[in-house]
């Protein structure tokens, strides 16, 4: 069983800073597309950052230049660095990844986490 587990949210003032991470367990063979999306009350839910295997980055024109994903592939974990932080980007963050187990390919989704951007 493979699981997703976001940390790092929180309550932090505008012009602030947080990193997100997100660990994947279980019998992992590799995890392929990695993504950080997140979804405001009253909002639908939108992509913030996308890494696919090849390591680029695609992100949100709303982020670009403030938000870095990454991944320690070796840990199996996917960070998402928020630099100036703004009230709009209250949210909760959700991770998801490509993942191939024994038994298939799939999508998974984390829980999510919290975060709110104070003015």
């Known amino acids: 069983q493979v699981q997703l587990v976001e940390s790092g949210g929180g309550l932090v003032q505008a012009g602030g800073s947080l990193t997100l991470s997100c660990a994947a367990s279980?019998?992992?063979?590799?995890?392929?597309?990695v993504a950080w999306h997140r979804q405001a009350p009253g909002k639908q839910r939108e992509l913030v950052a996308h890494?696919?295997?090849?390591?680029?980055?695609n992100y949100a024109d709303s982020v670009k230049g403030r938000f870095t994903i990454s991944r320690d592939n070796a840990k199996n974990t996917v960070y998402l660095q928020m630099n100036s932080l703004k009230p709009e980007d209250t949210a909760l963050y959700y991770c998801?990844?490509?993942?191939?187990?024994?038994?298939?390919?799939?999508?998974?989704w984390g829980q999510g986490t919290q975060v709110t951007v104070s003015s």
């Open positions: 890494m696919p295997s090849d390591g680029t980055t």
């Open positions: 279980g019998s992992i063979f590799s995890i392929y597309d």
């Open positions: 998801t990844a490509n993942i191939r187990t024994a038994q298939r390919l799939a999508n998974y």
